[in-house]
């Protein structure tokens, strides 16, 4: 099942510069997008989410926009610091089954001092 | 700041043994869930439940798992007779609504299942 795609298991990024998480789906009937972060030996925590009638949501030094069309989203985090560094993951869910959050793999972002 | 709290964080047990991993979900919301994360792959949902019946649920939530709330603060995960591709962080999660109206969902810190 590889209906939500995150390629890039890792990223590194300089403090103070822009970080960029990329995720792809394949299911179009998605109207809902998430994403979340983790840290080692803790739950996933909610960052920020779209609805798929939007193509761009902001919150602080989030954003994260939708490109309905290509089927892709992006996570950009500016400016990185370096306690965001952990894994990121993009979820998508069906608005009829609105808890059943399909995950990507997770990209490792580690933000260097 | 109101969390979703798990029992235990870690259980070593043996193949063919049950297990019940516990939850207590934020107090005020109406849905809750059960993911697991294999290590190195995918968190991959189990089950949802709402109104004290399963809403959805994944094709590993097979005959072997089931789900209880037994009282108005706990929501139980149960695997009957353990196996060893069981082993597994499972995280408990909780919501106030579904799908745009969800906001999101709350995750515990999870359960280290080990089956050996």
């Known amino acids: 099942d590889q209906q939500v795609k995150q390629n890039s298991p890792s990223l590194s990024v300089q403090e103070g510069r822009i970080s960029i998480l990329n995720c792809d789906y394949t299911?179009?009937?998605?109207?809902?997008f998430l994403w979340y972060k983790k840290y080692p030996a803790e739950g996933p925590t909610f960052l920020i989410s779209i609805s798929s009638i939007k193509d761009k949501n902001e919150d602080g030094r989030f954003t994260v926009f939708l490109n309905k069309s290509a089927k892709h989203l992006s996570l950009h985090i500016v400016p990185s610091q370096p306690g965001d560094s952990a894994v990121y993951f993009c979820?998508?869910?069906?608005?009829?089954?609105?808890?059943?959050?399909?995950f990507g793999q997770g990209t490792e972002l580690s933000v260097k001092p | 700041e109101p969390e979703v709290t798990q029992t235990p964080s870690h259980q070593v047990t043996q193949m063919g043994q049950e297990v019940i991993l516990r939850c207590v979900p934020i107090s005020n919301h109406l849905y809750f869930y059960w993911y697991r994360q294999i290590l190195g792959q995918k968190v991959e949902f189990l089950v949802s439940f709402y109104n004290n019946e399963i809403s959805e649920k994944s094709e590993i939530f097979d005959d072997q798992f089931s789900v209880e709330r037994p009282d108005g603060s706990n929501f139980t995960l149960k695997i009957r007779s353990t196996k060893l591709e069981d082993s597994a962080m499972y995280f408990c999660?909780?919501?106030?609504?579904?799908?745009?109206?969800?906001?999101?969902?709350?995750f515990g810190e999870g359960s280290r299942l080990t089956v050996l």
């Open positions: 299911n179009s009937m998605f109207d809902y």
């Open positions: 979820a998508a869910t069906l608005g009829n089954q609105g808890g059943k959050l399909i």
């Open positions: 999660a909780s919501s106030a609504g579904q799908g745009r109206n969800t906001g999101e969902l709350f």
